[in-house]
Every structure is written in structure tokens, then in C-alpha cells.
């Protein structure tokens, strides 16, 4: 019994999918987490990772398979028949890429908005010491002469 083009078609969709999903998420590429935005940009680097290994996958298993397929064939020197253009596999070819690249750029604006890159001030604001209102009229920094409590002056002033 013959299988249909349409059933192996569905199986090797599904394992080109399980094994770009599985790579994905278990490539192990990333350091360890060391900031407060790490799981965002790691599940971005994550979406990314899977999304290239299974268009690696379909791309390298069309191109072996064309070259198994399509070889030429012992005595065949004749040339290949000339094909014109195919209007709807360019649109297709076009229209995807563009999908993946407007998804994963709506993703990523979601991740740098998250992060705080939208609102300047609230990510890189100068933290506030909670002991600055417990001290009025003293300065935070030190001062470059050493005094001493009786209020004589150390020999760095001389």
C-alpha cells in the first residue's frame, strides 16, 4: 500500500516542527541569568532560535531531497526544460519572510518596551537614598579635607 504525498507531507511537517520547537528551547546558548530583563530577551533569543532552525530544517530537506530527486542521470546530457516565472509561489516566497520578520519585530518592540526603553527614566533613574531626609543639610559625599571631631584641621590642609 502506497502512502499519499499529502500524509508524508503531514509527518515530516510534524517532526520538522517537534525538532525546531525542542531545539529552540533546549540549545543551551544562553548564559546564565545575571538582570531583571534577562527572561525577556531570553525568550526572544528562544522564539528566534526556534523560528531559524525550522526554516533551516525545511531548507536543507527541500535541498537534499532536490539533489537525490533531480540528479542527472547516467547518458542524460541534455539541458533542463526553461521555466518562466510562477506568480504565486514569488508571492508566496515574498509574503512569508515578510510574516516572520513583522512577528518577530512586533515581539521584539514588546521586549524592549517591557524592558523599559519607552520610558527613559523609569529603567535609568538614579536610585534614591532612603537616608538623605534623615540628615538635613549634609552632604553625601565626602569631602577632600579629613577633619576631626574637636574641629582641628589634619595636615592635609597645610
Not at 530544517?57 to 539533489?67: C, D, F, K, W
Amino acid at each position: 500500500m502506497k502512502i499519499p504525498n499529502a500524509i508524508w507531507t503531514l509527518l515530516i511537517g510534524i517532526v520538522l516542527t517537534l525538532a525546531s520547537l525542542w531545539y529552540g528551547q533546549n540549545h543551551g546558548l544562553l548564559p546564565v541569568a545575571a538582570s531583571d530583563e534577562a527572561p525577556l530577551v531570553d525568550g526572544l533569543f528562544n522564539t528566534m532560535m526556534t523560528v531559524s532552525t525550522g526554516i533551516f530544517l525545511i531548507v536543507e530537506g527541500v535541498l537534499i531531497y532536490a539533489v537525490i530527486r533531480y540528479r542527472r542521470r547516467a547518458g542524460d546530457n541534455a539541458d533542463g526544460p526553461a521555466i518562466e516565472g510562477n506568480v504565486p509561489l514569488e508571492i508566496l516566497w515574498t509574503a512569508i519572510p515578510a510574516i516572520i520578520v513583522i512577528g518577530i519585530s512586533l515581539y521584539s518592540f514588546d521586549v524592549y518596551n517591557n524592558m523599559g526603553g519607552f520610558d527613559p527614566h523609569s529603567a535609568h533613574a538614579a536610585p534614591m537614598m532612603e537616608n538623605a531626609m534623615n540628615m538635613p543639610g549634609t552632604a553625601m559625599a565626602a569631602t577632600l579635607i579629613s577633619t576631626e571631631a574637636s574641629g582641628q584641621v589634619s595636615q592635609l590642609d597645610t
